[in-house]
């Protein structure tokens, strides 16, 4: 059997967290812009940390595990 879970939750990370999409840390204009649709380097980069930290705590720490077949 395989195991969807780190696909589904990768998938559903990367959808919350697109900076711009929801938020955005730092804005462009605040510290947190909530629905810019915009991004410049520096969200880009927190968000990817954002993204690597709860992806490694939801998969390995927690262990979450989704099997279908």
């Known amino acids: 059997m395989a195991d969807w ?3 589904v939750i990768g998938v559903v990370l990367f ?5 711009g999409l929801l938020f955005e840390i ?9 629905g ?12 990817t940390l954002i993204f ?3 992806f490694t705590i ?3 720490a927690l262990h979450i595990h989704i099997y279908a077949g």
């Open 5 to 7: 879970g780190p696909v």
């Open 15 to 19: 959808i919350l967290l697109s900076p």
């Open 26 to 34: 730092p804005g462009s204009h605040r510290h947190v812009d909530f």
């Open 36 to 47: 810019s649709f915009r991004t410049n380097g520096k969200a880009i980069f927190i968000h």
């Open 52 to 54: 690597f930290a709860a």
């Open 58 to 60: 939801l998969t390995l």
